[in-house]
């Protein structure tokens, strides 16, 4: 973590630090690229004090630094202590599309409202997180269009959609609705940095109570999640040192 001027780590694998360091998601695997196998296994302590100035000389103040310079900073001490070689290029990763499957969404009852998506119960106050915990997620929409919600299930389940989603389902107009579904954490095996099904957002339902998200959407909306593979940006690296450099 960083506190103040400096950053702290303890028996972190490096991975997790490139995964922070170039803001990948933890749980996508095809995000990185090149990573040799003790990357994961191999750990590491790290202590490191921001300097008290910059390049040119002026007055390093850590309370102004917001996180991407903080990434920034992590990125060339990795790149530095380990000899890290690294490119970005574009390659084939699972992505979806949005299609219809027998709408059953209600059309906007205001079209004038602003389009929104809470994390709340909608206007009825009905909340099946009460009955199933497992339904950890729960949305409701207001005045959405087809081609927000593509965008929206993205930050809706960051866990299982890791790029854009395009939206396919020729519906047009605006819609209110909600939406309730569990999150890959949340049911069995589901660990912060553990590796998801392949398909994660087409899991099978478990039988303990958990509604994956492609199920929620069919069975709520009447909508349907396509797995398609799309050039997407990947971290790639080319040569890094099991030993870091020295202190």
């Known amino acids: 973590m960083f506190r103040g001027d400096m950053f702290d780590a303890q028996a972190i694998p490096l991975k997790v630090l490139i995964v922070i360091a170039w803001n990948l998601n ?10 040799p196998s003790w990357l994961d296994s191999d750990k590491y302590d790290i202590t490191a004090k921001i300097a008290n100035e910059d390049a040119s000389g002026a007055p390093i103040k850590p309370g102004d630094l917001d996180i991407s310079v903080m990434r920034k900073m992590l ?19 699972a992505t979806y599309t949005l299609v219809a499957a027998g709408e059953k969404m209600k059309r906007a009852a205001d079209p004038a409202e602003h389009m929104r998506c809470d994390e709340a119960p909608g206007p009825d106050g009905k909340d099946p997180r009460i009955a199933n915990p497992l339904l950890n997620k729960l949305y409701w929409c207001q005045n959405l269009t087809m081609d927000a919600l593509a965008k929206e299930l993205r930050f809706m389940a960051p866990d299982v959609i890791f790029y854009p989603v395009t939206n396919a389902t020729g519906l047009k107009g605006s819609y209110d609705f909600s939406l309730s579904f569990s999150t890959v954490r949340s049911g069995p095996g589901g660990g912060f940095g553990g590796p998801p099904p392949g398909d994660a957002a087409n899991q099978a339902s478990d ?5 994956p998200l492609a199920d929620a959407l069919k069975s709520e909306l009447g909508l349907k999640l396509e797995k398609i593979m799309r050039d997407e940006p990947v971290l790639v690296i080319d040569h890094i040192d099991e ?3 020295a202190n």
């Open 243 to 245: 030993q870091p450099e």
């Open 26 to 35: 933890f749980q996508n695997s095809e995000a990185l690229a090149g990573a």
């Open 75 to 93: 990125q060339e001490l990795v790149a530095e202590r380990f000899h890290m070689k690294y490119h970005t290029e574009m390659r084939p990763v």
């Open 207 to 211: 039988p303990s109570g958990a509604v």
